[in-house]
């Protein structure tokens, strides 16, 4: 079968022919139908520090995809072929104290396929059958290729209180934008967006947001302050892991207010303590992953009932042998969701 | 000032003439601008057993309104005359046991204004300040008179999480509409109404609910169960007061589920605890005006926010005169909210 | 090997051998150091109604256990033959709605091993490796026995808040007794234990209650109240199933206050909703099984940082051979722990 | 009257007499009985940078004590003169965004008696008579003037889950030690306490932990981690301020935990976001001042119950006017409350 593949350290990678992957037991085959570039597998193609340091090739990476259960395991029920289905691709060991405790999301012996095992730029991926998830026919194929982005973004709006609540959204990439959807269908009161992007902006408004802001304008944490009686914003949903966003998100958080983080920092930086969290008594909920499987039911429930409208996110939709057009797209910095077809891009 | 009140035991009510209340220095006078009539009123105008219980005639009834400050005590500073305001009528004693566990809603020593003390059905009415809730000029006045219900609504729908969630709501009259309004606003899945009148059935769709099931329907605790999995619903929410509602809002309750109940139903009746709730490890609510003021923020930022369609909810506008007409309309079983206007109807 | 059976519907059970059972990949067998007698068991050998609808002789009944993995099938890492370990009896789907939501307590398709299934009245038992919980060697022989019943008592008593909370304990049968030390070791303010028998009364005092009272005493709802500035206890933990007492116990409970019910009724009863749930602003929980594994990792770890006293509970140590004696002494109505010892009781 | 005055800028406090205060119809006085000193008091005595930048002399300082009801304005009801009363000094404005919210203890408007207003080194001292606080007279007195900083540590331990679990201690200073006792009292599974003074270690021990650890040892990390299933504390209470505690503190938690965050560190400092927060989902509270009044009710329970040992924190008992004898004792790092006596220090 096809699969797109780093093969050696080193920017890019290859469309390479590979053996379909044999299964166990407790394994069910997925023909990928549609698989979408995260950020990640940007950082995997470009080959950063991160990536020389955690990926070891060769490798079929990818980790977002919907596709056909094709063939099950010995002792899979759960699922059947021809089963419309995506996955979640954090695989948790199930026995550590983490795992024991209702938290597989932080498993301390994950594997996340397309990282640690061979992902789904490929015809087939392999998956643990109770990491497939069955999708509703109502959700549209494009939302269910992007299912493992969109539950990080669940999983930072609904960590806590988000109906009737201020939110403010640092960060316009695709999980800030999917997280602003998420928000304003979960009856958030307003939500301001901040991006330094100005097409990000665009697009954080057709989302949802109320308003997009230019964190480079001084006058914005006290607009935010304006809008909330004096207070600042209920809710701070951290997408960008940019330093900067974040000290000005949390000066935009009311005393009281919670704070989910789930942009990842290039490396530690200076936080005001004092003054952004424990004067305050916020509450601030490090994101990671999402929730096994609660979130995964929150977000095919809204999905399948129409309360999200996704439609802004979605880019070209090419064939799998395309990847280097996919790819220098994303490299130029849309924010858009990119979809790669193996089987060739439906009419 | 005019008021009407209820001058002795039994049926009906009078329109007269009353001095304009003192004030005590944390006290404010509010204009009415617009009273609503509740339930509990028409119970009060009818003198049914509880009413007879409770109510200590002469008694100037009426706790839904919205009005303009005319004049505060000499110690209040929250609020000045000019201002647009509702009020919460139910004065906390702010020393037991539960006022100081921030559970003021369920004061010990709680008094009622319309109920233990002269209400809204008048040109004025005296609320102590920290009572009165300043109204966001986006809401519209007939929204703004209704806070009280919307208030029983938004706290039984938020009590527990409802993003994502599937919901049955038992009992279509105006608290349950609301909810309907309410949890449809806050990202729900699907919304299950029962309620035995048709009319109310075809409110409860227009306020948002996606099915409107006649609960004589021997198929639709299975048809709930369907549409979820095979589980039954996330959330019950109990407006009707009905032991037949409510044991079967308890049958379409997932395992696992929450349930808030705010109907109250006329007598104790045999409920099957084993089945619905024990086994079921089911979560229940007892869910008792609002909180204070936290439902107070939540339903106001959802208002002011466009959030919350109550168009459907809206009656006749009547001056307060014609209150006898206004309860012969109530008395027949509309769900829908009159409003009397002590000032006379605005064009 | 050696079991005790339950042959035919009946009242009784016999001693007889059978087969070692056969291991799948991911099971393991257990060498059955000490079993302890549930209610529940002592139903199933007295055949009651609920035995004969349930229970499908022939089956090795018995549910609480301890003992040493004597093999492991192929595909199982977490446990090693002479792991000291007792089980989670309740084995989940893992695939149904709650299972998928992280309620696998309530689980849709549940199994029960030594209901459905032969349990742990035998020399060996067969258990879901992910079912088995390895013991701490801090933790006695006979606490890991019971790790089942005591953690109902965990879940039941640390669902919500309990530290510097006023309880009440509704019936002090073993798991009542249970929670009563929970709720000391956690830090509760007072704890007040309601409980027909003397002798239980005074085994509930043994085991940490400030207070254990007669529910034929009608002071005592009274005594409760003043004792706690006039507003009740914070928490109620039901653990008879006796409809007055029940009711009783919710009397007890201030507003705004939790209830956990786990005793189990034995048919449907009036409950005063008004009162007792919806006036109140009460939560009330359903108390089913252990959170599956959080309750496991709270109690194991309490139990080997001695913090709880279960001493007063236990009473004989019996060979598996003089389960007659051990059925008589139970039918008699002691709330205490016997021990049957299927390889002989230890010096 | 007497009192303990900071009349200008500069280190130190002078003795004085000055009028009892006014009583406005809200306030009661209170005649002092003994009073604690706390790290700040130590701050504005010696005048740090926060002392000069917030302090405005002149004024009566200190804000821990106990005493008795004096007089009482013309509205107050819930206290009388001769009740043993302590206090919050935290006064709310009541009508803010969080004040609205249930989260008065973040109050934008918040004024602290002995920082803004003249505090307990006196006499007698002003308190609002909803932020006076009845004691019971189970309490002894020296707790009774603690409860201030015991009501710090009540927050930061119960704000989340303890019991059952293992916590971590940044920092045995009077809180951090006071936050050993509560966890040891609310069940926690075992107490890690890093401290770099030995002695303050020794109190830990005293104090609960069951082990104090010095942050110099390399080693203490990994042997947290051993004691805990590989996984790390499930609570790290940061009680120290100093960056590289909290640092250490979070290497301590496992994934998943949750931190609760008092001690005030005297500059921003960089934080491992990623990998203390984000990637190991960990939940952060920002910890000020104390619930009102949950946190009061619960600490005052657990005092009156006597489950809190605060022995080993006490050390002299000294007439207000040996304030310099006290303040030079405390300059020297004890970590122990000294108490003042305006009235003679009692036999």
Not at 126 to 145: F, G, L, Q, S, Y
């Amino acid at each position: 079968m096809k699969a797109l593949r780093k093969l050696r350290p080193g920017r890019g990678a290859q469309l390479e022919s590979v053996p379909v992957p044999d299964l166990g037991p407790a394994d069910a085959l997925i023909r990928v139908r549609a698989a979408s570039i995260c950020g990640t597998d940007v950082h995997i193609y470009g080959w950063d520090r991160w990536s020389a340091g955690r990926i070891r090739p060769p490798l079929t990476f990818g980790h977002e995809f919907c596709g056909h259960v094709e063939k099950v395991g010995a002792e899979v029920t759960s699922v059947r072929p021809g089963d419309f289905v995506s996955a979640e691709m954090h695989v948790n060991c199930g026995h550590c104290r983490p795992c024991r405790m209702g938290q597989p999301h932080v498993c301390q012996n994950l594997k996340i396929i397309g990282i640690d095992a061979d992902g789904c730029f490929a015809e087939m991926v392999r998956i643990p059958a109770r990491n497939v998830w069955k999708i509703d026919p109502a959700i549209p194929e494009r939302c269910a290729a992007i299912l493992d982005p969109l539950g990080n973004a669940v999983h930072a709006a609904l960590v806590g209180e988000i109906a009737g609540r201020n939110v403010v959204v640092t960060g316009a990439g695709p999980i800030g934008l999917m997280s602003i959807a998420v928000a304003r269908a979960c009856g958030c009161a307003s939500i301001f967006a901040t991006e330094v992007h100005p097409h990000r902006r665009l697009l954080a408004l057709r989302m949802g947001a109320d308003q997009a802001l230019d964190p480079a304008d001084p006058t914005i944490v006290d607009r935010v302050r304006e809008a909330t009686a004096g207070a600042g914003a209920d809710v701070l949903l951290e997408m960008s892991g940019s330093p900067a966003a974040l000290q000005q998100g949390f000066q935009m958080l009311r005393p009281g207010g919670r704070a989910s983080l789930l942009g990842i920092p290039k490396e530690p930086f200076a936080l005001d303590l004092i003054n952004d969290v424990i004067f305050k008594g916020a509450t601030v909920y490090g994101i990671y992953g999402r929730r096994m499987f609660d979130t995964w039911v929150q977000m095919t429930e809204l999905l399948k009932h129409g309360r999200l409208n996704l439609d802004p996110l979605f880019r070209e939709r090419l064939p799998l042998e395309n990847f280097e057009q996919a790819f220098a797209l994303l490299e130029k910095g849309d924010a858009g969701k990119i979809m790669l077809y193996p089987g060739g891009v439906p009419k």
